[in-house]
């Protein structure tokens, strides 16, 4: 993929559901961070992003989404992933090709400490994507390949989700658990994936690179 050496850097939403039981294992594993073992053997896991404000260079990047689909065979720390990065149609040419660096890790940030793990690059599409944020609901859809969501797990304050920190680098400060909604699937490349009752996260993020 792209490598960029552009300053870079946004701020959004964004969620994920991997099929992972209810609680996902890498946020706690016993040893150092992404050793534990998926509850499902491999992790697979579609990561979703919408970008409020942000810049890549000189290129604004407001109001675009990106989604990252993400396989491992087992440990997720143990690397060997395999990535299928999809791109918001509505951006231009200068546009995708930030979004692309940032999303596919080659311009840092917190997907660029995921970089070293990915060994396949299963392919990056151009495509219309749906981001919606709704209170503590997430859901994204790819016409034909995705449609996902996820709500906030339920808590001691029905109105308040369970927050925790430190936990995910994508959002360091405070991430909220999430279960995935009845027909959260994903289909590409020859997989498909029903993570449907797993384990989701969402957060809002702020990042930054070069």
Not at 66 to 74: E, I
């Amino acid at each position: 993929m792209t490598t960029t050496q552009a300053r870079w850097q946004l701020e959004g939403d964004y969620f994920e559901n991997c099929n992972c039981d209810v609680v996902c294992p890498c946020l706690f594993s016993p040893g150092p961070p992404m050793t534990a073992q998926p509850t499902a053997g491999p992790c697979e896991v579609p990561l979703a992003f919408h970008i409020d404000h942000g810049n890549y260079g000189d290129t604004a990047l407001d109001g675009l989404n990106a989604v990252v689909a993400l396989r491992t065979p087992g440990v997720m720390g143990e690397g060997h992933a395999s990535v299928a990065l999809y791109l918001d149609e509505r951006a231009d040419e200068q546009q995708r090709a930030g979004l692309q660096a940032i999303f596919s890790g080659a311009a840092g940030g917190p997907i660029g400490a995921l970089a070293p793990l990915i060994e396949t690059v299963l392919g990056v599409k151009v495509t219309p994507i749906t981001y919606t944020k709704d209170g503590q609901r997430r859901s994204v859809e790819i016409p034909g390949i995705m449609r996902t969501s996820v709500h906030a797990a339920p808590s001691m304050n029905p109105d308040g989700a369970i927050l925790v920190s430190n936990a995910h680098p994508f959002a360091m400060e405070s991430l909220a658990m999430a279960v995935g909604d009845e027909g959260s699937t994903w289909a590409d490349y020859g997989m498909r994936w029903d993570n449907s009752g797993k384990n989701g996260h969402y957060a809002p993020i702020r990042w930054s690179g070069n």
